[in-house]
């Protein structure tokens, strides 16, 4: 059975930067990308950054140019390594693999950004 661990998130002040990382286990198929969402309160679940397995990026316009994705095809881990970042960045950040055409969700892990 797939499971997607996060780790990384907690608290940080306006410009700061916090790191987070995503392992795929239990899975023996092949990962066609992975990719983090977040949902911030009362708002629908978005994407903030995808990156496939042959390494095309995507970053939602909110993110471009202070967050960055990247990923280990050997160990099925996605990091996503965040800068820069504003209040408007809080939100609960989830972890997303599709494997064999099949979606997979993480937990989510908590990001706050406050003075």
């Known amino acids: 059975q797939v499971q997607l661990v996060e780790s990384g998130g907690g608290l940080v002040q306006p410009g700061g930067s916090l790191g987070l990382s995503c392992a795929a286990s239990?899975?023996?198929?092949?990962?066609?990308?992975m990719g983090w969402y977040r949902q911030a309160p009362g708002q629908q679940r978005e994407l903030a950054a995808q990156?496939?397995?042959?390494?095309?990026?995507n970053y939602s316009n909110s993110v471009k140019g202070r967050f960055t994705i990247s990923l280990d095809s050997a160990k099925n881990t996605a990091y996503l390594q965040m800068n820069n970042l504003k209040p408007e960045d809080t939100a609960v950040y989830y972890c997303?693999?599709?494997?064999?055409?099949?979606?997979?969700w993480g937990r989510g892990t908590q990001v706050v950004v406050s003075s």
């Open positions: 239990g899975s023996h198929g092949r990962l066609y990308n």
């Open positions: 997303n693999a599709n494997i064999d055409l099949v979606m997979y």
């Open positions: 990156i496939t397995s042959i390494g095309i990026i």
